[in-house]
């Protein structure tokens, strides 16, 4: 995948998916539009989610990768400090490449456990980059189901100058806690959406059921095929 695409090989996978499941054929999805298309997700990925416990067991949570390469852990350093600032024993935090390759092999430095709402240690979890790009679209059941049980998702940049995660805590119902609002999408399209979400520095952080319906509405228009008539280009009859 070629980054003038502007899809990472994820995004590429649950693009194709999105319209096989709707019924194109492989050879009849449309050409991605580099800098101008928008993330999408499957019909699979929004009807797993939708089954998913949603009731706020979990004000604050943060479940990813923290240090897997030097771009990550910049742009994730406001992340630990404001798990030790504001999580509590409601809250949840985990650090997956905890036995990262990268932090095998490049010594990186040892996590701390941050308090009662740290489970780094005794949880594993799906670092993405650290498999075949071809099995880059697995379903994290796990991960969706802290998202789904979430008032607020921490969404710091990654690797690029944004993250998925801002996306899918839309889709669980959760709302994003970003830095900055580059951190919102990929690219103008993505950030016009209209999403609601809050920043890591606000005074405080009050959970609007409003909010989480405006956007939840959002994502399905904007970042789904659901509802879109496609028989005109499919040969769909």
């Not at 998913?52 to 943060?62: A, E, G, M, V, Y």
């Not at 630990?80 to 990186?108: I, V």
């Not at 209209?194 to 939840?216: I, M, Q």
Request: proline share 5%.
């Amino acid at each position: 995948m070629s980054s003038s695409e502007g899809l990472s090989p994820r995004l590429a996978l649950l693009r194709r998916k999105s319209y096989l499941e709707e019924g194109y054929a492989a050879d009849a999805i449309p050409p991605n539009a580099a800098g101008r298309d928008i993330c999408l997700y499957p019909r699979s990925f929004v009807d797993r989610v939708r089954g998913l416990d949603r009731s706020k067991t979990i004000d604050f949570n943060f479940r990813g990768a923290l240090r897997i390469d030097p771009v990550t852990r910049d742009n994730r350093k406001w992340v630990e400090e404001f798990a030790s600032q504001n999580f509590s024993d409601r809250s949840y935090f985990q650090a997956t490449d905890r036995l990262s390759k990268s932090q095998r092999l490049f010594g990186r430095t040892k996590f701390k456990k941050l308090g009662v709402f740290d489970f780094t240690f005794e949880r594993d979890g799906f670092v993405p980059k650290e498999h075949r790009r071809e099995c880059r679209a697995f379903f994290d059941e796990e991960y969706f189901s802290i998202l789904s049980r979430s008032e607020f998702t921490l969404c710091p940049a990654g690797d690029a100058p944004w993250s998925m995660r801002f996306f899918e805590a839309i889709l669980a119902g959760s709302i994003p806690i970003i830095e900055n609002r580059v951190h919102s999408g990929r690219n103008p399209v993505e950030r016009a959406i209209g999403y609601h979400f809050a920043y890591a520095d606000a005074d405080k952080f009050v959970y609007d059921p409003e909010w989480v319906e405006h956007n939840l509405s959002l994502f399905i228009k904007n970042q789904t095929l659901l509802g879109k008539d496609l028989s005109h280009s499919n040969g769909i009859a």
